[in-house]
Structures are given as structure tokens and as C-alpha cells.
């Protein structure tokens, strides 16, 4: 079965704090994995993707094949960063399957 | 640019009632995808259309939902005898496909309160 586990609904850390949001997959092929963020009143957009291996926002996620994860994390929390964040798995037929997705709170 | 568009922003119907909403893609993006947002559920995807291929309806919940999408551009989610469990945030987004990108750009939503 296809699917994406956001294990906690809600983080909350103080600013400053590092942050970790989990995400575990399972899929039988070779997964294609996004990080999706919504800010309060605005739309759900990319935050970033594992084929890019990139850093957005000093948010990094690496993809764990034998663990089936792809946590977000980020060493120094800001308040802006306070929002929803999705975790998504792109499969062979062209669908994005989202995990529940989890609020980060981040307190000043 | 102009973005992913959804129309109306908000709707509230009573139970029973039909409602169509609206979707705007990207210019040039040929896949659209709808979803529904629930308080609690995450998103729960809906229905994709790709080019001229034949949509994949797999997730929609039950026969009152369907969809169409005209030209290959604009899409209409259209729920029949609304019912109060429909009440939710929907969803749409395109995607161009092409050179290997599969990031969907998503609209602002529909939100939908059947009393």
C-alpha cells in the first residue's frame, strides 16, 4: 500500500530550537518525495523536493530509503516558520498522496 | 504569472442543495488535480485529469461527486445533495509535467459549508 505517516499533528519548540518533522513512507518503487508548507491565509506551495537536495528556508530533509523517511529539519526555528507542513509521495500514476500533515508551532 | 484560481472563495449551501466549483490551472499545465481538505484529515486526494486521458476518479468518495474538465483547461468539481460531511475545503492544482517536474502549484480553495 502507498502511503505517507506524519506521526504528530502538532510540534510546538521555541524559537531558536532545532525542529524536526517526521515523515515515513511506503511504496514499493523508487519514491519521488516533497515537502508541501501552508502559512496561516495562504496557499499550500513546494517547500522542497528530494530530487533537489536542496536547502529552502534552512530547511533540509533527507531521503532514507532504508528507513522509509524523509524528515524535515531545521536547526534554528524562527517564528515565521510557524505553519502547517505536508509531507507528499508522488507515485507512478501521477498522484501526490499526502500525509496527515503537522502544525509547527514555534513561541517566541 | 497568474497562479492556480478557485471560484467562489467561499460557499455555504444547505443540505441537499448542488454546488459547482470552479477551477483555473496554469496556462500550458496539462495536469489538473482536485483534493479535499478536511479539519483533522489532511488532504485527501479527489481526481486528476491528464491531457486528453481519461480522469483518474479513484478517490472520489462517493457518486454525488464528479468532475469535467473543458478544453483541457478549466475544471469544474460538481457535488450533488450536499450533505453536511461534504463541508471542507476543496482544493485544485496544476502541474506542467513536462521536463520531469512533477510540483503541483496549488489554488487558494473553495470552502464549502453545507448546513
Known amino acids: 500500500a502507498q502511503r505517507v505517516t506524519q506521526p504528530e499533528k502538532l510540534l510546538s519548540v521555541f524559537k531558536g530550537a532545532p525542529v524536526e518533522l517526521k515523515c515515513n513512507y511506503s511504496y514499493s518503487g523508487s519514491p519521488e518525495l516533497f515537502w508541501y508548507v501552508q502559512y496561516s491565509r495562504q496557499r499550500l506551495q513546494l517547500l522542497l523536493r528530494?530530487?533537489s537536495r536542496e536547502s529552502i528556508k534552512g530547511f533540509t530533509a533527507d531521503l532514507n530509503k532504508g528507513e522509509t523517511s524523509f524528515h524535515l529539519k531545521k536547526p534554528f526555528a524562527q517564528e515565521e516558520d510557524s505553519a502547517m507542513y505536508y509531507c507528499?509521495?508522488?507515485?507512478?500514476?501521477?498522484?501526490?498522496?499526502f500525509g496527515q500533515g503537522t502544525e509547527l508551532s514555534v513561541k517566541p | 504569472g497568474a497562479g492556480v484560481s478557485q471560484s467562489p472563495s467561499n460557499k455555504v449551501t444547505e443540505k441537499g442543495k448542488d454546488v459547482e466549483l470552479r477551477c483555473d490551472p496554469i496556462s500550458g499545465h496539462t495536469a489538473l488535480y482536485w483534493y479535499r481538505q478536511s479539519l483533522g484529515q489532511g488532504l485527501e486526494f479527489l481526481i486528476y485529469?491528464?491531457?486528453?486521458?481519461?480522469?483518474?476518479k479513484s478517490g472520489l468518495p462517493s457518486d454525488r461527486f464528479s468532475a469535467e474538465r473543458t478544453g483541457g483547461s478549466v475544471s469544474t468539481l460538481t457535488i450533488q445533495r450536499t450533505q453536511q460531511e461534504d463541508s471542507a475545503v476543496y482544493l485544485c492544482a496544476s502541474s506542467p509535467v513536462s521536463g520531469g517536474s512533477n510540483e503541483q502549484f496549488f489554488g487558494p480553495g473553495t470552502r464549502l459549508t453545507v448546513l
Open positions: 528530494h530530487i
Open positions: 485529469f491528464q491531457g486528453n486521458s481519461a480522469p483518474d
Open positions: 507528499a509521495l508522488f507515485n507512478q500514476g501521477g498522484k501526490l498522496i
